[in-house]
C-alpha cells in the first residue's frame, strides 16, 4: 500500500509572499500527520525562497513520522543537512531563476561528487534518494552511486498537453519503475502529480511513496487543508 507524503514548501511560498509569519508550514506538517500523511517533505534551497532553517529545526524536532530534506548537492546544504539527521534527504537540481524544480538530477554529470554526498550522509546514520526522470541511464548511475531510494519525476507526464504525450511519457515512467525495482531501488514518485492525473498511477504497484504538495496547498485555499491532505491519501493509499 502506498504512503503520501506532503510537500509543504507552498505553505511557506504563501506566506513568504507577505514576509511575515503565517501560514506557518511547521503547523501545516503537524496538520498534514494528523490527517494520515506518512511523510513529509521541505526543500531546503540556498537562496531560501521559501523553507527556511527556522522551519527546518522546528520540522525535525516535530514530525513524527518521516522527515525528506530535498536539498542541491552544495557544502552548505550538506552540512546543514549532517547537522540536523532528517530521516532522508533527496538529491534535487536547483537554479536560482527557476520557479520550482524543472527536471530529474543530471546524475552522470557529478557522479563522484554525488557519491561522495551519499557516503557523507550514510555517515550521518541519513537514507538517500536521487530525484531523477525516467531514463535507465540516471537510474543505473543513481544505483552506483549508492542511492536507496529514487524518486521519479513525474512532472513532464504532469505537463502533458494531450492524452497521447501523457500516455507515452507515462509508458517510460513505467518502464523506470520496473528497472528500479529490478535494481532494488525504493521507488517514490513525484512533481505535478494532481487529483485527477495521479489516478493512472494506481497499476504501478512498485511505487511506495507519492511526495506531492502543490496540489493539495492549492486544494487547501477551497477545502481545508486535513481535508486536502485526506482526500490524496485515498487517492494513492491502495495503490
Known sequence: MARLAVNIDHVATVRQARGIDEPDPVLAAGMAELAGAEGIICHLRE???HINDRDLRLLRQTVKTRLNMEMAAVDEIVEIAVKTKPDLVTLVPERREELTTEGGLDVKAKPDRYKK???RMR???IQVSFFVDPDPEQIKLARQCGADIVEIHTGH???ARSEFEAIEIFGYISSAVKLAADLGLGISAG???NYVNVK???????IEEYSIGHSIVARAVLVGFE???REMIELVKNY
Request: proline share 0%; aromatic share 8%; glycine share 12%.
Open 191 to 193: 512533481h505535478g502529480l
Open 47 to 49: 537562496d531560501r525562497r
Open 157 to 159: 507526464y504532469s505537463d
Open 200 to 206: 493512472r498511477f494506481k497499476v504501478l504497484s512498485q
Open 227 to 229: 481535508r486536502a491532505v
Open 117 to 119: 554526498v551519499v557516503d
Open 123 to 125: 555517515g550521518a546514520g
